[in-house]
């Protein structure tokens, strides 16, 4: 027997004037985010005892999200000068200041510069022999758009982590640099780990994904005052996230995705491991034992007008998790698991069960709960055009095909506008590093 003497429960105000279910509605369905069960999963609280803890088969790597308030993916992070520049202003202002500094000082005009100093998006720019460095500017254009959107004040928490999150899943881990030859010069162009992460984040920002949980928009939560809180700042339901925990990471062995973040603020991290422990939610206190730490409804009293209507019993849940965090490695060259960086989570909620001790509901029991969950597409990533042409020479050098979808062209009977200008890299060059790191 284990006594939660720590447990500090939030919520504690749970009266209100009007009754609000919150089972699990059709935005909660926890099927969304599981891969490859044919429909056939479980919610029943007794068949998933024998599921306590799950790990993942393959850990997804850790990656950085690029904030915007550096110019993304164009950011210089192994030069001096640019992080000297990024320390001189307070970090939520100084992006044009960096952008002033890479544009004058760009990849062409200063080709003495050194390259293992360039961004991600200036070394596949050579690579591709853009001469305009259109993915670059693509994406410094995109940050400076969100600068001035939020009137010169941009949050240090706007990023790509929507893309690194899903890229850590589903693409290899780059283990080694990859040097290739510019398209303009022929100089070798040496990308490290990092930079085919980055190349990889960008490109699975733009692939489809299935998400359970609303987004919660709100900054201040009055987490004391549960009848104040947003229905979206309250999902995703945390029986939602048992049964995907259980099905997804401990049944498939595949990871899932979590916003961290139970404010306006999104942090997405690929989840590795979990682990429950049951508790009695009247006593508080692990027994060990089922029987002894599920309870009947009419015993728990929290939460009363928020429970769903199929309710029978009540069961404590002591949630925790492992998920990978941003790591950032300035020019590495190589990389493997022992460099990631994890996360430990504890996160306290129960469950409500029915008379056949299925879940179907839940509530938090401390505020630090994620704000939702998703998986990405499975299918593969491409864009038009490039599978029916040859991107690549022996040497890793580009064709006139790979000029053309890159920086616009005439590719057969289309003409490209350019993914580069849709800040796209063609995923087939993106695999084209993946595979050589390996």
Same mark, same amino acid.
Do not use: F, G, H, Q
């Given at each position: 027997? *284990? *006594?939660l003497f720590m447990i500090y429960f939030l919520f504690v105000s749970c009266l209100s004037l009007a009754k609000v279910d919150f089972p699990i509605d059709p935005q909660n369905?926890?099927?969304k985010i599981i891969w490859n069960l044919g429909g056939e999963y479980s919610r029943n609280i007794k068949t998933m005892l024998d599921k306590k803890s799950g790990e993942v088969k393959k850990r997804p790597w850790s990656g950085y999200y690029w904030p915007d308030v550096q110019g993304s993916i164009a950011a210089r992070l192994s030069d001096p000068e640019f992080s000297r520049i990024s320390r001189s202003t307070q970090i939520e202002r100084v992006l044009p200041q960096l952008i002033n500094y890479i544009r004058r000082n760009d990849a062409i005009s200063y080709s003495s510069f050194p390259r293992k100093n360039l961004s991600p998006a200036e070394k596949y720019d050579l690579w591709v022999g853009d001469r305009n460095l259109t993915l670059t500017n693509a994406?410094?254009?995109?940050?400076f758009k969100y600068y001035k959107q939020q009137n010169g004040n941009l949050p240090k928490w706007f990023g790509l982590c929507h893309g690194w999150a899903p890229a850590s899943i589903m693409v290899d881990r780059p283990t080694r640099a990859v040097t290739v030859p510019s398209g303009l010069t022929g100089e070798q162009i040496t990308f490290y780990p990092k930079d085919i992460k980055a190349l990889a984040t960008l490109a699975w920002t733009k692939k489809a994904q299935t998400v359970i949980g609303l987004r919660c928009n709100a900054s201040n939560i009055d987490f004391n005052n549960r009848a104040?809180?947003?229905k979206s700042c309250l999902d995703l339901n945390p029986g939602s996230l048992h049964i995907a925990l259980v099905n997804q990471v401990g049944v498939n062995k595949k990871p899932?995705?979590?916003d961290v973040s139970s404010n306006s603020e999104v942090w997405n991290h690929p989840v590795s491991k979990y682990k429950f422990q049951y508790f009695n939610p009247v006593e508080r206190v692990i027994y060990n034992d089922f029987e002894r730490d599920v309870e009947d409804i009419n015993r728990v009293s929290l939460f009363r007008a928020y429970r769903s209507p199929e309710t029978k019993y009540i069961i404590g849940v002591k949630l925790t998790l492992e998920y990978l965090n941003e790591n950032y490695n300035l020019s590495r060259l190589t990389d493997d698991p022992r460099y990631d960086s994890l996360v430990k989570k504890e996160i306290y909620y129960d469950l409500?069960?029915?008379? *056949?001790?299925?879940i179907v509901g839940g509530e938090w029991l401390s505020s630090n709960y994620p704000d939702f969950a998703w998986i990405p597409n499975q299918s593969k990533h491409t864009v038009f055009g490039e599978d029916t042409a040859s991107l690549l020479n022996d040497d890793g050098s580009?064709?006139?095909?790979t000029k053309s979808l890159t920086s616009g062209g005439i590719l057969g009977q289309y003409r490209y506008n350019g993914y580069s200008k849709e800040r796209m890299p063609?995923?087939?060059?993106?695999?084209?590093l993946v595979e050589k790191a390996k």
């Open positions: 027997m *284990k *006594k369905d926890p099927l994406v410094l254009n995109n940050s104040s809180i947003p899932l995705i979590l409500e069960l029915n008379e *056949k001790y299925e580009v064709t006139r095909a063609l995923p087939n060059l993106v695999r084209y």
